[in-house]
């Protein structure tokens, strides 16, 4: 049995009410945290190893200890909840279920950083969500866990949830922070860095709904315990939002030790893939991140055995590898079709760029309109090409990572399955009718013996 | 005056001393010539400008003095400030010359050919990017992206098509007038400039959003297909106007004032800004003092020869050297073969028109 941090209590009924989550050990991490120095607080998360859950996987204990404290100027906390990326649903998990474990860890957090005013940046679409999330802030400041003078230490906090208006956009820290002070959510350009001025031009830290929640553990166990779990830089358990082909989509904790194999076929994760189709691909972090084929999933191009890590699953860089992201594991069967696949990704890229800068405006509504003539038989062998000069030269050279969480998508699905948008250019009209399916994706790859 | 340290910035092997927080940009400027990147959406003059086209993207081999490890990614030197002993690549670089090639690419993509109909044509920022910077076809087949015309007063003429989202006259609206009338709906490829509410804009200096627009989204109505830029004379002129600075430059044809607008630099930036009065209604020679012709580029179309004063002539060969470390590409040095065109004299000195005894004069004159 896998070690659960997280959904530890998820299958207590009534965990989302103050009183339960209280009676089986909630705020316990609060009231040790307060006891302790901002300082000590920041040093256990360091010593944690917790890398930021929202995508890019950044030491969250070093974005701590960046943020600026300059005399007499207000600090705050954002939790980025605007949890928009295609297949990523966890956070909507945690929210909904465990609100309590999310406000205790943004409790803990705004305490450390020394934040008075925390908001909570959330989705938009999750409509049903802030009423839970505020229903639970009363219950803590009834119970003293919020508002004036916190368990007696002297600290103030007051959490505010703020509703986004549904666009992705808003889930870049900048353009977030940008949102919630009431303006267009149009990313900033960097330098300055959030932590030195953010919201308001005050220091701002915007952390993951995850990581902030996985801040409770880490104060209940300790750092150094915490660091235990897991393997290499990839610290404690993460949550993985599993959709798509399989027998059993859900949310699931995983400890960061487990193959995907193993996570993609036992019957404690996904299940396997139902109707005895074959896996052809997936993409394991969310819908920017590479598309690998089911041969450079399951084994890396050295012949070894892929983890569900950070490490293991970028193992070969964009070539052979793909990104941990932001863990919306995306399952695609011998069924699907990688071209309609890239441009209905496309398609979300381009109705969600915010037009601020060129590349990217221009660019993916172009890239759509490219791949729409491939999907429907009406493409040409240059167009395979020019797709990928585009994808090239969008990425890097925007403003914020939309650019190229833009540009991946489609140079993966170019890189790794090139043989399929051919046979889309070269049999117009079967395209129409049936899927090219399994091909050669799953063969195994030959590695040359190394010295 | 508070001491600000100097920092040495190379860019593109000429180093330049230039103050602390200076961006990589301005200090290209200080250097001039070619190793001055693009802009089309920076404007010194507004704050907070810049960063959105991605024209100006440079590379940095080395961050520092301190930190020599170059940046990951090409950044845009309109926001990234100097650092000491930072060393930026521009033309020398083939990654930033192709980077460029795809802006261009991409700001043309949906941009209308319609040029021949254009005002701005002739003074087109994309029309000269796209000269310098750009490929000779487009590979983009489909519908280009068009928008509704809308009427936003009896002033400005806004062609929403035209417009690339440079965000300066939403900045230009937001820092010279009071009221904010003028921002961006929607977003995406779809984005537009727009007046809030369809008002018509009545702000003393909101005509200043022509002279920073850089393509033809937004031009002057009381110009409009009166004239082509470059058939008229730009002279300098002043008023006594209490609202604005009064100095402004006429677009002439005879004695006849086709167009007031700012006076421009020789980044293609406002000198100062003027008001809508002197802009719209100062339409006579009797309203103005004419100081004399204004300097125009000598690459610029409306320098068509009646010109003097030529500013941003072309770069030194030194320079070139310097920068590509080889001869420029010359396929025939005119003035080293034939004594005949003399580049300094100019012809608009010459009364009436030019005859060769006119260069002979001066040739033995110089020879002797």
Redesign the interface.
């Known amino acids: 049995m896998a070690i659960k941090l997280l959904l530890e209590n998820d299958h207590i009924e009534g965990i989302r009410y103050f009183d339960t989550y209280r009676k089986n050990g909630g705020y316990r991490a609060a009231e040790k945290a307060f006891k302790m120095s901002p300082a000590d607080i920041v040093e256990e998360v360091k010593k944690s190893g917790l890398r930021g859950r929202g995508g890019a996987g950044f030491p969250t204990g070093m974005k701590w200890s960046f943020l600026a404290k300059p005399e007499g100027v207000p600090r705050h906390l954002v939790c980025n909840a605007d949890e928009s990326e295609p297949g990523t649903f966890k956070d909507r998990y945690l929210m909904e279920f465990h609100p309590h474990l999310f406000i205790e860890g943004l409790l803990i957090s705004s305490f450390a950083l020394g934040s008075n005013a925390t908001y909570v940046y959330i989705r938009g679409e999750y409509a049903w969500i802030p009423e839970i999330l505020e229903q639970a802030i009363i219950e803590a400041k009834n119970n003293g866990f919020l508002g004036k003078n916190i368990l007696g230490t002297g600290f103030d906090c007051e959490i505010y949830v703020h509703r986004g208006a549904g666009a992705y956009i808003c889930g870049e820290e900048t353009a977030l922070i940008e949102s919630l002070e009431g303006k267009r959510g149009n990313p900033r350009m960097k330098p300055p860095f959030p932590a030195i001025q953010g919201v308001w031009m005050r220091p701002t830290v915007v952390n993951n709904v995850e990581t902030l929640a996985a801040v409770v553990p880490i104060i209940n166990m300790g750092g150094d315990e915490y660091a235990k779990i897991g393997v290499g830089k990839s610290t404690g358990t993460k949550l993985l939002s599993v959709c798509g082909n399989i027998n059993k989509p859900g949310v699931y904790e995983i400890d960061m030790t487990c193959s995907v194999e193993e996570f993609l076929y036992s019957d404690e994760y996904c299940g396997g893939i139902p109707k005895g189709r074959k896996l052809k691909a997936c993409i394991p972090g969310g819908s920017s991140v590479p598309i690998v084929p089911a041969n450079l999933l399951l084994k890396t191009a050295k012949g070894e055995t892929r983890y569900m890590n950070y490490e293991s699953l970028s193992d070969g860089g964009f070539v052979s590898g793909s990104m941990m992201g932001s863990g919306g594991f995306i399952v695609l069967d011998d069924a699907q079709c990688v071209v309609r696949h890239t441009m209905t990704l496309a398609r979300f890229y381009n109705h969600e760029s915010c037009g601020q800068c060129s590349p990217c405006r221009e660019g993916t509504g172009w890239m759509y309109k490219i791949l729409k003539n491939l999907e429907y038989g009406k493409g040409k062998m240059s167009d395979i090409d020019l797709l990928w000069d585009i994808q090239r030269r969008i990425e890097g050279n925007t403003i914020c990572p939309l650019g190229d969480a833009a540009a991946w998508p489609v140079a993966a699905a170019i890189r790794h399955f090139r043989d399929e948008f051919e046979w889309h250019v070269l049999n117009p009209e079967e395209s129409q009718t049936r899927n090219y399916g399994l091909a050669h994706y799953a063969d195994p790859i030959h590695v040359p013996a190394s010295a | 005056m508070s001491e600000t340290p100097n920092f040495k910035v190379t860019i593109d092997n000429i180093s330049i001393e230039v103050p602390a927080g200076t961006t990589i940009l301005n200090a290209a400027r200080m250097i001039g010539g070619e190793v001055t990147p693009p802009a089309m959406c920076y404007y010194s003059k507004l704050k907070d400008s810049?960063?959105?086209?991605?024209t100006c993207?440079v590379e940095v081999s080395k961050g520092s003095e301190k930190d020599p490890r170059p940046m990951p990614?090409?950044v845009?030197s309109c926001?990234t400030t100097v650092m000491d002993g930072m060393e930026v690549k521009n033309i020398t670089s083939p990654k930033v010359v192709?980077?460029r090639k795809?802006?261009v690419?991409?700001?043309l993509?949906?941009h209308p050919l319609d040029c021949p109909v254009c005002d701005q044509a002739g003074e087109c920022d994309l029309q000269n990017l796209s000269y310098e910077h750009g490929n000779e076809a487009t590979?983009?087949e489909?519908k280009r992206?068009t928008f509704e015309k809308e009427d936003i007063g009896p002033y400005i003429s806004l062609h929403m098509t035209r417009c690339?989202?440079c965000?300066r006259c939403v900045f230009a609206a937001e820092q010279l007038t009071e009221k904010r009338e003028h921002?961006?709906l929607?977003?995406?490829?779809?984005?537009q400039i727009s007046t809030m509410l369809h008002k018509a804009l009545d702000n003393e200096f909101i005509g200043n959003v022509i002279d920073v627009c850089p393509v033809g989204a937004l031009t002057d109505k009381t110009f409009r297909f009166k004239n082509r830029v470059w058939f008229t004379k730009p002279v300098d002129a002043h008023c006594s106007c209490t609202k604005c600075s009064g100095k402004a430059r006429l677009w002439l044809r005879g004695e006849e004032v086709y167009r007031v607008t700012a006076r421009k630099d020789q980044w293609g930036e406002v000198e100062d800004w003027i008001c809508n009065d002197c802009r719209f209604h100062k339409k006579s020679t009797k309203d103005w003092v004419i100081e004399g012709p204004s300097k125009i580029a000598r690459s610029s179309v409306i320098a068509q020869g009646h010109y003097e004063g030529n500013v941003g002539t072309a770069p030194t060969p030194i320079l070139i050297d310097k920068v590509i470390g080889k001869q420029p590409k010359m396929l025939l040095d005119i003035h080293s073969i034939s004594d005949v065109n003399k580049p300094e004299i100019h012809l608009s000195k010459i009364d009436g028109p030019a005859h060769s005894d006119d260069f002979n004069s001066v040739t033995k004159g110089a020879k002797k």
């Open positions: 810049g960063g959105k086209c991605r993207l990614k090409l845009a926001r192709d980077a795809g802006i690419e991409f700001l993509l949906n590979r983009y489909f992206r690339i989202m965000f921002g961006i929607e977003r995406g490829d779809h984005a």
